[in-house]
């Protein structure tokens, strides 16, 4: 397998991806309409929206978590020394883009995203020096605790900020 030359080329273009999902807002009737035009009708717009008003805690915020796992894991490989700066700079990522959400119209940041951020960040730092070490049991009590996690800053969310102009959000 080919050895990545620069990772900072990865790093930089999940970066962005970042940025550009927190740039944009999507309705959950645009959703619904979206999903219905896709399925070509077979998944009606009204039947999408009550299931997604059922489970968007554990798609939007568990992305959260993801989101933020992969950006450590991957400046995890372009610091190959010490697992500090990249776990420093992804956190700074994460409130920065908090921080930036206040500024779109219709999205708002809150501490508790922040702190999904963090747990993908430190469950992705954990796993990658000592996920060996570890029992397929202990593997999965932590994947529980995770989705624990994501349910509990989902349902009650904290720390609203008010930084920007945008307006506050439901979800």
Request: glycine letters at 10%.
């Amino acid at each position: 397998m080919a050895r990545l030359k620069s990772p900072w080329i990865v790093v930089a273009v999940w970066f962005g991806l970042i940025f550009l999902t927190s740039n944009g807002l999507v309705t959950v009737a645009e959703l619904s309409q979206a999903v219905a035009w896709i399925s070509g009708g077979r998944v009606p717009a009204e039947g999408f929206k009550q299931f997604w008003l059922q489970i968007w805690w554990f798609v939007v915020k568990g992305w959260h978590v993801a989101e933020f796992a992969a950006l450590f894991l991957l400046l995890r490989l372009a610091f190959k020394k010490s697992i500090w700066p990249p776990i420093a700079i992804a956190a700074l990522i994460a409130v920065s883009d908090e921080i930036h959400q206040t500024y779109i119209p219709g999205r708002g940041g809150r501490l508790s995203d922040v702190c999904l951020d963090l747990v993908g960040i430190l469950v992705a730092a954990y796993l990658s020096e000592n996920g060996s070490k570890l029992t397929r049991l202990q593997k999965v009590l932590i994947a529980l605790g995770v989705v624990g996690l994501i349910y509990v800053f989902a349902m009650f969310p904290f720390g609203q900020l008010n930084l920007g102009r945008a307006s506050q959000t439901g979800l």
